[in-house]
């Protein structure tokens, strides 16, 4: 079956490093990947996609990189600031005719030392 | 830009109680999905539709009910409400095939 899973449950770094959140997936069907960003009492806001015909996408500060060969998916955020502090989410997108099916990771923990 | 807003943003009910999500959006998309999200259950998928007069289970629909008679409104009802529907409700919605966009949730607490 199916399954979005992350590797570590909580990641902390330090003010000013890179932060690189990993996300392993197993439908190779999906098409379609996405990582959000959970604070604390809001909803899941959406930082970047990538298509499964990319293997890297850029954004902001963030970074997306896509290894269909190992089924891998890695969120790498620039210059790690408090405010990054919250909940990631990996997400994989994929169809079935006219309906999408997206599937969550049960989400990590970033913490930013000041 | 509203996007996809979600009432109430709390609520208590006692077993046995009906209750109903209100979920809208404004930016005419034709995908709208109700989730759930337990502490490390992470979210899963009650009931979505792909449009108006189109509804389908997802992964936990039982115990809930929805409907789609607007191309912006999804509410998610609860019949009769259990201990176990405590929960984090988000509204979710999209163009097929594009990024989800969410509510900001609905605390739900069955006592």
């Known amino acids: 079956g199916e399954s979005v899973g992350l590797h570590l449950p909580t990641l902390s770094v330090q003010e000013g490093d890179n932060s690189i959140i990993n996300c392993a997936y197993s439908?190779?069907?999906?098409?379609?990947f996405i990582w959000y960003k959970q604070e604390s009492g809001k909803g899941p806001q959406f930082i970047i996609d990538?298509?499964?015909?990319?293997d890297k996408r850029q954004g902001q500060r963030v970074t997306v990189l896509l290894n269909k060969t190992v089924k891998h998916l890695s969120l790498q955020i620039a210059a790690t600031q408090p405010g990054d502090s919250a909940v990631y989410f990996c997400?994989?997108?994929?169809?079935?005719?006219?309906?999408?099916?997206?599937?969550f990771g049960k989400g990590i923990t970033l913490s930013v030392r000041p | 830009n509203a996007g996809v807003t979600q009432t109430p943003k709390f609520q208590v009910l006692k077993t046995g109680q009906s209750m109903t999500l209100q979920c809208a959006q404004d930016?005419?998309?034709?995908?709208m999905s109700w989730y759930r999200q337990d502490p490390g259950m992470g979210l899963r998928l009650i009931h979505y539709?792909?449009?108006?007069?189109?509804?389908d289970q997802g992964e936990v629909p039982n115990g809930y009910n929805v409907s789609r008679s607007t191309t912006e409104d999804f509410p998610l009802r609860l019949l009769s409400a259990a201990p176990s529907q405590t929960s984090v409700y988000f509204c979710?919605?999209?163009?097929?095939?594009?990024?989800?966009?969410f509510g900001e949730g609905s605390w739900l607490t069955v006592v």
């Open positions: 979710a919605s999209s163009s097929l095939g594009n990024t989800i966009y």
């Open positions: 439908n190779s069907a999906s098409d379609y």
């Open positions: 990538i298509r499964s015909n990319m």
């Open positions: 997400a994989e997108n994929s169809k079935t005719g006219a309906n999408s099916k997206l599937t």
């Open positions: 930016m005419n998309h034709e995908y």
């Open positions: 539709s792909v449009g108006a007069g189109i509804t």
